[in-house]
């Protein structure tokens, strides 16, 4: 095994950058290099400890940044290593713990590697009513054993690995025994029918005091256990329901005054918030979405399963961070290979968007559907691409998640539209048997990404891929008010995401000034960029 690793999901601006080696050779030193998009910032050399040792690189500003090294033996090289370092910013890169029994803190680790700095600990609770138990060993509502002394060591390892620990804590649920004592805080469907889920846990009325008693439990899970924030879960269920004396309560007008009101609480307590809300199938997003909160968190379920939601889906965040918690279930439901390429084609066009992914996280582990704790491990092979996937993600952060590239996808190609062409099929929507396009602009840059369905049957995000059919010499035209100070094209399919310079011609037409280039291989996704 060789690889190159972060040791932190996320360094501070300033810090110095801690990474991890690991090789099987005989080299005596290696070449480093830290890129910016496709300029060479800084290079050094470092002697080889051993064959897994740590190392450190001088701090970097706020930023995505590529790392090349280049392991040698008496200056001939013999092998290239990458990964990418995520500096700062805004962006959440969400992942979660499930298991807290005694064991090692490799999940943690191994979170590292794939950049993850917000981690969700799902079913950590004694009770969704009372958080903390009262014991150090445990059964949660599902059965679940957990031990609160793992929780804190685990919560202290994500810190140490530059990560906030988000405790799990669903909005309106409580245990059966918790309703019986207080039947005047729940939600019933109808006259003396209380409202359940899975018949086990109860929903709960917001506007009682039932709101005050869960700001308290937040408190105490920050307070008292060590989390930073909380992931404030729903179910995407009840939209409406009545109170113990039939009064409807509208839960999309209720959700973000509590979303608003628990920062306060937390703020006024003494805490600094770290709260994400989850907007269930992006529902009510548009309402909750402008609160105070680290990023705008939406689960996707059906109805919004084909490859044209995604956007939408990102629309309705609106210019926020966004999470998207698309659950990969061919890791669970089909092959190693079909389950690996749904999942890159997946993440890369909710890249090509601007918002990233929860589906990483325990020890190379996906969830791939509601009960996190009932996860797939990844193998060797998949571990391998997402880790690389997820390197470019970073890498190329500044153009990927800056907030000034505007989607321009469907007013930019295709019927009238001649900003962009493109001499080849093309989707802007996912169809099967094209190259999906996405386009974003700002005053700086153009953003055109690809990602090669040449060869899938149908166009859901959820189902396992057969192997795209490989595009070559990939025409492009592009309208520019000025010439472009360059051409770039990167993939993380090869190179190990190295940007690649491209040639471009000029040319007038009716329009204006064009720009010709050729992008020569797409095997699975791809990016160009143009800079004005």
């Known amino acids: 095994m060789n690889e190159l690793s972060t040791f932190k999901g996320r360094y501070e601006p ?45 701090p970097m500003r706020e930023g995505g940044y590529g790392v090349e090294i280049t392991l040698c033996k008496e200056n001939q090289p013999l092998m290239q290593l ?12 969400y992942g979660f713990l499930s298991d807290f029994l005694p064991e090692d803190d490799f999940d943690v680790e191994t979170m590292a590697k794939y950049h993850i700095d917000h981690v969700q600990f799902y079913d950590w609770s004694w009770r969704h009513d009372t958080l903390i138990a009262p014991c150090n060993e445990y059964q949660d509502m599902m059965g679940k054993k957990n ?50 889920f899975i018949d086990t846990f109860y929903y709960m009325d917001l506007e009682s005091p039932w709101r005050e008693h869960l700001m308290e439990q937040y408190l105490n899970a920050i307070s008292q256990v060590g989390f930073d924030g909380i992931h404030m879960d729903t179910y995407g ?29 937390l703020k006024g307590s003494g805490v600094i918030p770290h709260l994400i809300f989850n907007n269930v199938g992006t529902w009510p997003a548009e309402k909750t979405r402008d609160i105070p909160q680290d990023a705008v968190y939406m689960e996707l379920w059906a109805p919004m399963d084909h490859y044209r939601h995604l956007r ?34 997946l993440s ?10 929860l589906f990483l996280g325990e ?41 000034t590239l505007r989607d321009v996808t469907l007013t930019h190609c295709g019927g009238d539209n001649v900003e962009y062409q493109f001499d080849f099929p093309f989707s802007v929507d996912g169809d099967a048997e094209k190259i999906w396009i996405t386009l974003r602009e700002s005053e700086q840059y153009k953003l055109i990404g690809l990602v090669n369905l040449c060869g899938s049957v149908e166009d859901y995000w959820n189902t396992g ?30 190179e190990n995401g190295h940007p690649l310079s491209l040639d471009y011609q000029s040319q007038l037409t009716n329009f204006g000034s064009e720009i010709v280039f050729q992008i020569p291989k797409l095997i699975y996704c791809g990016m160009v960029w143009i800079e004005m």
Not at 238 to 254: F, Q, S, T, V
Not at 348 to 357: E, P, R, V
Request: hydrophobic fraction near 40%; include cysteine.
């Open 465 to 494: 891929k057969n192997a795209p059919i490989e595009q070559t010499n990939l025409l492009i035209h592009v309208l520019v008010e000025k010439s472009p100070r360059g051409v770039w094209y990167a993939t993380p399919d090869t």
């Open 14 to 58: 300033d810090e110095p950058i801690k990474l991890h080696l690991i090789h099987r050779t005989d080299a005596d030193h290696f070449v480093w290099k830290i890129f910016h998009l496709e300029r060479k910032l800084r290079q050094g050399t470092e002697p080889i400890l051993s064959s897994d040792f740590c190392f450190f690189l001088p």
């Open 312 to 345: 939408q889906a990102v629309c309705m965040g609106g210019n926020h961070p966004i999470v998207l918690a698309a659950y990969p279930a061919p890791f669970r439901t089909d092959t190693p290979e079909r389950a690996l390429r749904s999942e890159l084609f």
């Open 237 to 265: 269920e009840p939209k409406r329901a009545r109170n113990i004396h039939g009064e409807i309560r509208c839960l999309e007008n209720e959700f973000p005054n509590f979303i608003e009101d628990t920062n306060i609480f």
């Open 82 to 93: 990458q990964t990418a370092v995520n500096v700062g910013g805004s962006m959440v890169r």
């Open 147 to 196: 031990q609160l002394s793992v929780i804190r060591q685990k919560i202290a390892a994500c810190h140490e690995r530059g990560m906030l620990a988000m405790a799990y804590g669903a909005v309106y649920a409580a245990s059966h025994p918790f309703w019986e004592r207080h039947p005047e805080w729940g939600l019933y469907g109808a006259e003396e029918h209380p409202m359940t």
């Open 363 to 403: 020890e190379n582990a996906v969830v791939t559907q509601g009960y996190y704790a009932d996860y797939s491990v990844l193998n060797a092979d998949q571990q391998a691409w997402i880790k690389l996937y997820q390197d470019f993600f970073v890498r190329y952060a500044d153009l990927l998640y800056d907030m």
């Open 348 to 357: 890369f066009a909710i890249a090509l968007l601007g918002a990233t992914q």
